[in-house]
T-cell receptor, first 117, second 112 residues
Framework: KAGVTQTPRYLIKTRGQQVTLSCSPISGHRSVSWYQQTPGQGLQFLFEYFSETQRNKGNFPGRFSGRQFSNSRSEMNVSTLELGDSALYLC????????????????FGPGTRLTVL | EDQVTQSPEALRLQEGESSSLNCSYTVSGLRGLFWYRQDPGKGPEFLFTLYSAGEEKEKERLKATLTKKESFLHITAPKPEDSATYLC?????????????FGTGTRLKVLA
């Protein structure tokens, strides 16, 4: 079974631009979560989508947004990029068999390395 | 406030020298504790899930254990290919939803 895929793998942008990252979850997985990973902060939770609805959200500014499509693929968008947005952005998917909270394991993609100049 | 602390931050071992990594947490409503391995430039790779105090899981040279306040990842006779960053994460339940909180990881280097 194919794993979580993320595109693009690398991105270089300048301050003020916007960027869209894409994530395709493992087939059959309905929950998709996004994380930002930086050397100083570790993995910070951005948001989680399930059945095209944002189910959970971390403490990031409104410049960070996301969406999920009917095939469970997800995108996240960052507008008005800042230098501090340089990070590895990770997507994780889980099966989430139950309609509510689940302890299903999250499986991560390889990440998108975003550099803001 | 929810908190996950991993120690040590970095660890250097000789090949064959067993050791343990620690993950301590203060989380109300714990549902599960997860261990991941992350190689440089890659996404975290799932290792184990533990759900209740006293539970243990093993995989090759790795063994994870869980108490009410912490988890240990024991590495027996490590090899250079075990070098990586090991992350732990806790999943806590809140009203109607849940979230994962990650520690900052332990960077393990195993020398041949």
């Amino acid at each position: 079974k194919a794993g979580v895929t993320q595109t693009p793998r690398y991105l270089i942008k300048t301050r003020g631009q916007q960027v869209t990252l894409s994530c395709s979850p493992i087939s059959g997985h309905r929950s998709v979560s996004w994380y930002q990973q930086t050397p100083g902060q570790g993995l910070q939770f951005l948001f989680e989508y399930f059945s095209e609805t944002q189910r959970n959200k971390g403490n990031f500014p409104g410049r960070f947004s996301g969406r999920q499509f009917s095939n469970s693929r997800s995108e996240m968008n960052v507008s008005t990029l800042e230098l501090g947005d340089s990070a590895l952005y990770l997507c994780a998917s889980s099966l989430d068999k139950d309609p509510g909270p689940s302890t299903d394991t999250q499986y991560f993609g390889p990440g998108t390395r975003l550099t803001v100049l | 406030e929810d908190q996950v602390t991993q120690s040590p931050e970095a660890l250097r071992l000789q090949e064959g020298e067993s050791s343990s990594l620690n993950c301590s947490y203060t989380v109300s409503g714990l549902r599960g504790l997860f261990w991941y391995r992350q190689d440089p430039g890659k996404g975290p790779e799932f290792l184990f899930t533990l759900y209740s105090a006293g539970e243990e899981k093993e995989k090759e040279r790795l063994k994870a254990t869980l108490t009410k306040k912490e988890s240990f990842l024991h590495i027996t006779a490590p090899k250079p290919e075990d070098s990586a960053t090991y992350l732990c994460a806790v999943q806590r339940r809140t009203s109607g939803t849940y979230k994962y909180i990650f520690g900052t990881g332990t960077r393990l280097k195993v020398l041949a």
